[in-house]
């Protein structure tokens, strides 16, 4: 049975790495509106330009409260949101160029093309260099052969059509889509280089334009950054973002992490539930706020009413914020970045030494969970029992996919008992020896136990809070060659598949010879 699914691997992970192709939103059934007349519908508009928008909206699964009735209210406002958190776009509510035309509502956005050159080429470059692809030259600004080469060789990681050329799912995987207003389709996407480079995180050693966008936040922020907004990232500034973090209560560790760069408004912020809402979230917010020591009466039952806005207010007093009871960034990025000590924990599992075999390890073949989900970068820190964190927490909704990352075989399964470290989990066996370690399961996959041969892509379990846990997430271990964890960090974040909401679905109708 699950053999079967080994096949569906190339369909997996394309929709996996490419969402808009298990959508269809490529070649969008519904094409509405003439490629000539590109007059994108916005907020309080009414009239078949909003049908149009909402019919493309419905025909790509998304729900739009009210139907196709042509009023854009903030129904289909969030229903656009809903679709560009899907297809990996800043989920903004604005129908811009780019969300248009992958709706089929409006015509491509221009991209870097071959023999162009200018500050959009540089920007393509840089992301494909932050992406861990050498391109021969370096960011020189021009797109010649090398350029296209590094670009054959980005989509080809991730098994994309290998052309060589920048088209929109290329320009999504590298975040280099400028998200501009459609009243302007013909602009160059230089506009926007510097919103798209902030959003690859500047780090400690690098140099340009994203290290200066964050030293002006900084220093907007009114943080004194020596030698000023000089576009290199030394001590200067980490020692600058350290005193931010200080001041805002995030923890000072004078990285650029996901909670800082919203903060400072580098990225987009996450959503955050408001009072009246219900559902997974909330249950997130309030499990950390008890994790934390706030009483909610009534418990993380899911609904965001008064006992949590009291807890979220007694929170802000304790933190010295405005106490305001709503979640604004501030308050919900301290908080759900705060350690409560048992909040996330290592599993206890122990590196076993096994024979090393030449050529690189297994590598993490694709994004670990079903998104929606977010991680930052919590290697080495600290946890109870003076152990350090040996992986990378994706924090997902309960019940969410875990897939498995490689080929290979379940060679342990630890089952969730009071005490337990890592609550249901299991250990991932490749053929060379690297293991992966999956922890927190709320279940297991259909007929996971120890022996299981699975493929790459294959559900092995459900993202859960089970064991020493305060929020539902997938704690996640890579082993090379089966010794000492690395940090898996980077490796998932390149891959950063948090947006792909649909779960994969092996095909059934291919079938396979393999074991
Ligand atoms: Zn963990």
């Not at 508009?45 to 196709?68: T, Y």
């Not at 903004?92 to 200018?118: F, S």
């Not at 309960?398 to 379940?410: C, E, F, L, N, S």
Request: aromatic content about 6%.
């Amino acid at each position: 049975m699950f053999r079967r699914l080994a096949t569906g691997l190339t369909l997996g992970v394309l929709s996996l790495v490419a969402p808009l192709s298990s959508t269809g939103l490529g070649h969008s059934p519904v094409a509405l509106a003439s490629p000539s007349s590109p007059s994108l519908p916005r907020l309080g508009d009414r009239g078949d330009v909003v049908r149009s928008l909402q019919k493309a909206l419905i025909a790509a699964g998304v729900n739009v409260p009210g139907g196709a009735d042509g009023i854009f209210g903030r129904g289909t406002q969030g229903a656009v949101r809903t679709f560009q958190e899907s297809v990996g776009l800043p989920a903004t509510g604005e129908v811009d160029e780019i969300t248009g035309h992958l709706l089929g509502l409006a015509p491509a956005p221009t991209l870097p093309t071959l023999g162009q050159r200018g500050d959009a080429v540089r920007s393509l470059q840089q992301a494909l260099i932050d992406a861990g692809v050498n391109v021969r030259g370096g960011a020189d600004g021009i797109f010649g052969n090398a350029t296209a080469a590094a670009i054959k060789t980005f989509q080809t990681a991730r098994k994309l059509s290998s052309t060589g050329v920048v088209d929109v799912r290329t320009a999504i995987a590298l975040r280099i889509l400028p998200v501009t207003k459609s009243s302007t389709p013909s602009t160059p996407p230089t506009s926007t280089t510097s919103e798209a480079k902030a959003r690859t995180l500047a780090k400690v050693g690098d140099r340009g334009e994203k290290v200066v966008v964050l030293q002006k936040a900084l220093i907007a922020a009114g943080v004194n950054v020596r030698g000023g907004a000089d576009g290199i990232f030394g001590n200067a500034t980490t020692s600058a973002l350290r005193t931010y973090q200080e001041t805002v209560g995030l923890a000072a560790n004078g990285r650029l992490d996901d909670p800082t760069a919203q903060l400072l408004g580098l990225v987009e912020a996450p959503e955050r539930p408001r009072r009246g809402d219900s559902g997974d979230s909330v249950r997130s917010v309030q499990k950390k706020l008890i994790d934390l020591g706030f009483r909610i009466a009534g418990g993380a039952d899911g609904d965001f009413g008064s006992a949590t806005s009291r807890a979220i207010s007694a929170f802000q007093r304790e933190r010295g914020f405005e106490e305001t009871g709503k979640l604004d960034l501030r308050t919900y990025g301290v908080l759900m970045a705060s350690k409560s000590g048992s909040a996330t924990t290592d599993t206890g599992s122990t590196p076993t030494p096994t024979p090393v075999a030449d050529g690189p390890a297994t590598p993490v073949a694709i994004f670990p969970t079903q998104g929606p989900c977010w991680f930052t970068d919590t290697w080495h820190a600290p946890r109870s029992g003076g152990r350090v964190h040996q992986g990378v927490d994706i924090i997902a909704a309960t019940g969410r996919a875990v897939y498995a990352v490689a080929d290979g075989t379940i060679t342990r399964v630890f089952f969730d008992r009071p005490g337990s470290l890592g609550g249901n989990a299991v250990r991932l066996t490749a053929a060379d020896g690297t293991y992966f370690h999956y922890a927190h399961f709320s279940k297991f996959g259909e007929g996971i136990e120890v022996g299981s041969k699975v493929k790459v892509g294959q559900v092995i379990g459900y993202v859960g809070s089970t064991g020493s846990s305060s929020t539902p997430h997938l704690h996640f271990e890579y082993h090379p060659k089966g010794g000492a964890a690395v940090n898996p960090y980077p490796i998932v974040k390149a891959i950063n598949g948090c947006q792909n909401t649909e779960l994969l679905t092996p095909s059934a109708s291919e079938t396979s010879s393999a074991d």
